[in-house]
C-alpha cells in the first residue's frame, strides 16, 4: 500500500471556507465551502500536485483529510 498522505483543513470563519494544506504534498493550498466539496477538489488536485512535484509511486493516492473547526458558544447567565 502506499503511503497515506496526511492533509490538514480548517475552518475560516471570516472567509467561510475550508482551507486544505498539506507537508506531504508540495504546493497544496485550496480552499471550499464545504468538506464534501474540498474532498472533491483534493481528488483532482493531490494526484495532479503530485505527479507536478515528480512524486514516486503508483496509481493509488491514499489521504488522511483531518478537519478542525473551533467554536465558540455561551453558557446560559446564572449557572
Do not use: C, H, Q
Amino acid at each position: 500500500m502506499e503511503k497515506v498522505l496526511f492533509i490538514r483543513a480548517e475552518w475560516d470563519a471570516e472567509a467561510g471556507v475550508w482551507v486544505a494544506m498539506s507537508d506531504d504534498v508540495p504546493g497544496l493550498a485550496t480552499e471550499a465551502e464545504t468538506l464534501e466539496a474540498l474532498s472533491a477538489k483534493l481528488e483532482t488536485m493531490v494526484p495532479e500536485l503530485l505527479d507536478a512535484n515528480g512524486y514516486p509511486g503508483g496509481p493509488e493516492v491514499p489521504f488522511e483529510l483531518l478537519a478542525r473547526r473551533i467554536t465558540v458558544t455561551r453558557r446560559a447567565a446564572g449557572e
